[in-house]
């Protein structure tokens, strides 16, 4: 049995009488250490199903378990990084990090050991004692990184985590986020609507479709473990998807960024 | 240099005051002993603070203030914190606050000296009435205006009662608990007076009865301008408290 199992798994909204099905009948299996890409157009239902593997929503019909057991609730040994980085503001930079320590019965020097080093993993020694509102957009988001890798998780959820940053910091973080899910060995689920982050840095990436949300495909990126943006493998791999969205062919170049 | 033009308002600013004053007084026919100039007040209140009638005056006062302020804020951020997580409570008690909010605090007051006689009791119902609702409230829109985040952040890192309100919600809600804390210390500073004068037979609100039966305006205006007073310091001593936890808050 796959680490992560989804088994056709179904949601639906009734919003003013009429009823829109956000998951329709989604099956996927992930594996332990996998980095998976949810991409697709907005109202696929990525987010949603990430939700619902976060634990923050439960599906109307079907099954989703981790490790065998059904997710109701989120767990602490999985963490979630969001678009708006949720950080506490009136915390700083150290503090924000040891959040997640501070219910995990550690001493306070190894909570502010830990958190120190994974604020210099994500390159952001130095700014311990800044407060959110004192950094840049990516920064904020490397401070929610180190938060969430601090409590040393089995899963991070991330809910388009770089969607708010320009194009040139958020390459800056996706070549970090690579490196750091090498190294660290963590599954990780991304959620993204921009094919060339899922190219780069993918295991996996699952194709979803709108009206009903469903997954087309699930595309294996066979590129190894460090990826070059202009490599031609790379463009060769985000060709093919650009064609699986129907890009290719017609002028239509909405979706591309 | 900022300080010393915020300064220098202060002082024109209060000088034109008692200047107006003393114009009145120069221009009016009434009795010293009905009217008296700023000096005339002045002396008054020289003659309070020799025989020690102003600060016992003051420390009373203050006792109550200090007592029903403290306890009305306290009760109502806590009650503020619960009901602010309960809106399907809350829907039910809300009305039941609009209906008591507008009702000046005293009113109460013939009601509150039948039950508890005159002394520190009246005055201190009082200004817990004044200082209530406006923390109540701001605290209930406070916590209900929490940005989800925060709380799916806390979810996330396994983070539950009571430590979510106490590392989440109290200090997400904080600011605007703050202001709503800030307004009721003047209308409660208010409100001691009014309770006071009806309520019990020592502190500042009474002092200016006393003086009205002694027909002695001149204690009673020098004890006007000490309430003033006081009520600046306070407000100024909150505001550097508030300014203080602000700062840790989030070092704007």
């Known amino acids: 049995m796959a680490y992560i199992e989804v088994k056709n798994a179904c949601k639906k909204y009734i919003q003013n009488g009429s009823e829109t099905i956000v998951l329709d009948d989604v099956s996927l299996d992930i594996e332990k250490g996998e980095f998976i890409c949810l991409l697709g157009p907005s109202g696929c239902g990525k987010s949603t199903l990430l939700n619902a ?3 923050f929503e ?17 767990s602490e040994k999985n963490i979630t990084i969001f678009q708006n980085y949720g950080l506490l503001p009136w915390r700083n930079v150290l503090k924000n990090v040891e959040l997640g320590l501070e219910s995990k019965k550690i001493p306070k020097e190894e909570r502010q050991k830990i958190a120190e080093e994974y604020i210099e993993l994500v390159g952001l020694k130095g700014f311990e004692k800044r407060h959110p509102r004192q950094l840049s957009g990516g920064q904020q988001q490397r401070v929610a990184i180190a938060r969430g890798l601090a409590v040393d998780p089995d899963i991070i959820f991330m809910d388009e985590p770089f969607g708010a940053l320009d194009a040139i910091t958020r390459m800056k973080l996706q070549d970090d986020i690579l490196k750091i899910s090498r190294e660290q060995k963590k ?8 094919i060339e982050e899922a190219v780069f840095l993918a295991d996996r990436i699952v194709i979803m479709m709108a009206n009903p949300g469903r997954i087309k495909s699930i595309v294996k990126v066979p590129l190894g473990n460090y990826r070059n943006r202009t490599s031609r493998n790379f463009l060769y791999v985000r060709d093919k998807i650009f064609e699986l969205f129907n890009l290719k062919t017609e002028e239509y170049i909405e979706y591309v960024i | 240099m900022k300080k010393i033009v915020a300064f220098k308002n202060i002082v024109i600013s209060i000088a034109i005051l008692i200047g107006i004053w003393q114009l009145a007084y120069t221009c009016s026919n009434y009795s010293d002993a009905l009217f008296p100039s700023p000096y005339q007040s002045l002396l008054a209140l020289g003659e309070m603070i020799r025989n020690g009638s102003l600060f016992e005056n003051i420390k009373t006062s203050m006792y109550r203030f200090v007592t029903g302020y403290v306890t009305s804020v306290t ?17 039910y008690v809300n009305p039941a606050v609009q209906l008591l909010r507008p009702i000046s605090p005293t009113a109460w007051m013939p009601f509150i000296v039948l039950l508890f006689g005159i002394g520190d009791i009246p005055a201190i119902v009082i200004i817990f009435i004044a200082a209530f609702f406006p923390v109540f409230l701001s605290t209930v ?32 809600a904080f600011p605007q608990i703050a202001s709503g804390i800030h307004l009721a210390i003047g209308t409660s500073w208010i409100f001691l007076v009014a309770g006071e004068m009806v309520g019990a037979q020592s502190g500042l609100g009474y002092q200016i009865i006393d003086a009205r039966n002694n027909i002695r305006a001149d204690i009673l205006l020098a004890t006007i301008v000490v309430i003033g007073v006081i009520g600046i310091i306070l407000d100024g001593l909150l505001k550097l408290a508030e300014n203080k936890i602000m700062k840790a808050w989030g070092g704007q």
């Open chain 1, 187 to 194: 599954t990780i689920i991304f959620v993204t609507h921009d």
């Open chain 2, 141 to 172: 829109s406070a916590v209900a205006s929490v940005d989800p985040i925060y709380f799916k952040v806390a979810r996330s890192f396994g983070i539950r009662q009571p430590q979510l309100t106490w590392k989440v919600i109290l200090p997400a």
């Open chain 2, 75 to 91: 009760v109502a951020v806590i009650l503020g914190l619960i009901l602010g997580r309960l809106p399907a409570v809350f829907q």
């Open chain 1, 58 to 74: 439960t599906v109307n019909s079907g099954s989703v378990k981790i490790d065998g057991n059904e997710v109701k609730e989120p």
């Open chain 1, 53 to 55: 593997l976060a634990g």
